[in-house]
């Protein structure tokens, strides 16, 4: 599979586009129905986490960018963004036994995709925020 | 690529117990209309509400949470809500998120039912 590239606004509605990118090109890598909803799911929690706190509902000028490839290792979703530099992989993770009244709100996205994804890996290239999200095949 | 909406029907099932059945991808710029959907029926006094997922294919992080809010307000007004027609890959996210302990999650909508009539 040939390396594939998608460039989406940094909106709520447009995440739906990446979500549906991603998941045909698992599928078109080999992966399983499920493990390709798992990255999509990923790509969508990576990107609506860029929305809502990096570009913070103003992002409609800005934008969001995706690829996939297939390597040795895996299927592998990067997910680039302008935001302010932000390591989401440093949330601490919820609890998922504490009653609701106990939890902190939020980090379920990241949650998600740490348990979905079999590898995550957060950093900067040239001033944009990177992350990287490999499921094996 | 357009953007699938959600479509929301709620029925009364008798005079205490509505469903909402929901039907499409409850993504982050989805939830806010379910949300909305739900809200209404709190304003109308509808505090046990049966939430059928059985055509919904997809729910986000956002999308739970949305409906964690909804179980809340139901349970503060003595109510409930009760999920029917989960799908194993939304009863996946559940389980790892750990609300499949939180929310009453029935097979049928006749166990949802009987949910509403149990001692808590």
Redesign the interface.
């Known amino acids: 599979m040939d390396e594939r590239h998608l460039q989406i606004k940094g909106s709520l509605e447009a995440i739906v586009q990446a979500r549906h990118f991603v998941h045909q090109a698992a599928l078109d890598a080999g992966l399983s129905e499920q493990a390709a909803h798992h990255c999509a799911l990923a790509v969508d929690e990576a990107c609506t986490n860029i929305v809502e706190h990096g570009y913070r509902g103003e992002g409609t000028n800005q934008v969001i960018d995706i690829s996939c490839r297939k390597d040795d290792n895996g299927f592998v979703i990067t997910v680039l963004d302008d935001s302010p530099a932000f390591d989401p992989l440093a949330v601490p993770d919820p609890n998922p036994a504490a009653s609701m009244n106990e939890r902190e709100p939020g980090g379920w996205g990241v949650f998600l995709i740490k348990k979905l994804m079999d590898d995550v890996v957060y950093d900067r290239q040239n001033s944009r925020n990177r992350l990287l999200m490999m499921k094996r095949l | 690529?357009s953007?699938?909406a959600i479509s929301i029907r709620v029925e009364a099932l008798n005079s205490k117990i509505w469903l909402m059945t929901l039907y499409g991808?409850i993504?982050?710029?989805q939830s806010r209309a379910v949300g909305r959907a739900l809200n209404e029926q709190f304003a109308l006094g509808h505090k046990r509400l049966i939430l059928d997922l059985a055509q919904v294919d997809?729910i986000?992080?956002?999308g739970?949470?949305i409906l964690?809010g909804a179980w809340?307000r139901a349970r503060e007004s003595k109510g409930n809500l009760v999920l029917v027609g989960v799908k194993p890959?939304i009863l996946e996210?559940l389980q790892?998120?750990?609300l499949d302990?939180?929310f009453p999650i029935a097979e049928t909508q006749g166990q949802a039912i009987a949910h509403f009539t149990r001692p808590r």
Do not use: F
Request: hydrophobic fraction near 45%; charged fraction near 25%; aromatic fraction near 4%.
């Open positions: 690529m953007v699938p991808e993504d982050a710029g997809y986000s992080s956002d739970l949470r964690v809340q890959r996210m790892i998120i750990g302990l939180v």
